[in-house]
């Protein structure tokens, strides 16, 4: 498919420039102005073409609880968010802790997906913490790090072990960074909300300890460390300390712990409920502070799909986690860029070249012969959140009615359209020339 993406502005790592893209055979094949190229023609006046963006923590479901989530109701839920890429966490049912299984997700993505799917494995076989799973060889079937998310490898020994393997091979390990002795089977953060509803607090010292643990083994074996979804302001002052020190550890945090507090769970709300907790307002601004200053790499969704029945529940009962897929850029852009609170080109780095360091890959600018994953959003649209217009299988979220802004209104995968308009799968009209958004 040969397309001509007309009178955009490119940003990326270069920064802000008008010009015209012309893709085909899935590579960005000429930048320029005024291009006049064969294919289908897209106006894109007014909207800001982005490289594609990669989200390194989603939860497909897929295998084994596929009521919640599948590969293709997932990565259709990523297409409409604006991801061209996203890593697949591997806490399924089975774990994906086999070369077979790592196989089977990239299969199925590669079937039905309609964005790139990275899996990841498990540092543990089943995700267990008793016993370092087969890290080379899920590695050369295509995992592209290991994690136990839901879980910290709390045995210290084990945690070595499989440091000091990951470093042999310089494969990256994702930590889950929560001590279980300290956190304690906690359901909310802990201090005085928590008891005034009578709910289990988990002390924020739990993940800092966790945290500083892995960056002690990061920095004995020299292994590449990424902290996800960190939560506390204790954290990022360990993460930055660490990357003074010159230790390997990198780090990531979610909208929701950018955005949102612990306020939320009043009324036992189980939508606010997540792993880690939501935290304080100083929490929040202190990892705000850590994506300014570049102690904090990347934001991930931490996409963590449930059905509806599941969060209708008790607190104590419901399931953690908030769906983000959909809206995580839309979001961040209207809370975050619009109100002067993160330059534009800080959220598009978190989102593009950020991930894409962590894993190892090569930045990806808006040049000819770099790969066509594009994301096309629109400054000037708003909206509000609907959970009952997501494409994805699951609306648990809190934060519906807020707003959004800067709109994703094309995603393209290796050339292909996968998103038009919200709308997964169609594409633009043909010549002369198609309105976008």
């Not at 707003?403 to 009209?429: D, F, K, S, Y």
Request: proline share 6%; net charge negative.
């Amino acid at each position: 498919m040969e397309l001509l993406l007309k009178n955009a502005v490119l940003a990326d790592a270069n920064g802000e420039r008008l010009g015209d893209l012309w893709l085909r055979d899935g590579l960005i094949a000429e930048v320029g102005p005024d291009l006049v190229r064969p294919g289908q023609i897209v106006d894109l006046r007014g909207k800001k073409i982005l490289p594609g963006l990669v989200d390194l923590h989603v939860h497909l479901r897929e295998p084994g609880q596929e009521g919640k989530e599948t590969i293709a109701t997932g990565t259709a839920a990523a297409a409409r968010g604006g991801f061209t890429t996203i890593c697949a966490m591997p806490n399924t049912t089975p774990s994906i802790d086999t070369p077979l299984l790592v196989e089977l997700v990239k299969l199925k993505a590669r079937d039905q997906g309609w964005v790139e799917v990275l899996p990841l494995g498990t540092i543990t076989k089943g995700g267990a913490g008793r016993e370092i799973a087969e890290l080379g060889l899920m590695a050369r079937a295509g995992a592209v790090a290991f994690s136990d998310d839901g879980a910290w490898v709390q045995d210290a020994r084990i945690a070595h072990n499989a440091f000091r393997y990951a470093a042999q091979w310089d494969l990256l390990l994702v930590s889950h960074p929560e001590d279980s002795a300290l956190s304690a089977g906690g359901e909310m953060n802990a201090g005085s909300l928590a008891d005034r509803l009578g709910l289990k607090g988990a002390d924020p010292v739990a993940e800092v300890a966790a945290v500083e643990r892995d960056i002690v083994l990061a920095k004995a074996t020299g292994c590449r460390l990424h902290l996800t979804h960190l939560s506390t302001a204790g954290a990022v002052d360990a993460v930055r300390r660490a990357k003074e020190r010159g230790v390997k550890v990198t780090a990531d945090v979610t909208p929701h712990h950018l955005l949102l507090t612990e306020a939320e769970c009043e009324g036992y709300n189980t939508l606010a409920k997540v792993n880690p907790p939501l935290r304080r307002r100083e929490d929040c601004q202190a990892l705000l502070a850590g994506l300014l200053d570049g102690t904090i790499d990347a934001v991930a969704t931490d996409h963590a799909p449930h059905q509806d029945f599941e969060k209708k529940t008790t607190f104590a009962a419901a399931p953690a986690g908030i769906a983000g897929l959909e809206i995580a850029w839309p979001l961040l852009y209207a809370n975050l860029v619009k109100t002067g609170r993160l330059p534009l080109a800080t959220l598009i780095e978190k989102l593009t070249d950020g991930p894409r360091r962590i894993l190892g890959r090569s930045p990806l600018t808006l040049a000819a012969g770099e790969q066509a994953d594009l994301t096309v959003i629109d400054p000037a649209s708003q909206g509000g959140v609907n959970p009952a217009d997501f494409v994805g299988k699951s609306r648990n979220t809190p934060f519906s009615g807020w707003r959004l802004a800067g709109l994703p209104v094309l995603t393209i995968v290796r050339g292909r359209v996968v998103m038009h308009n919200g709308r997964v799968g169609a594409e633009p009209a043909v010549l002369p020339v198609a309105q976008v958004g």
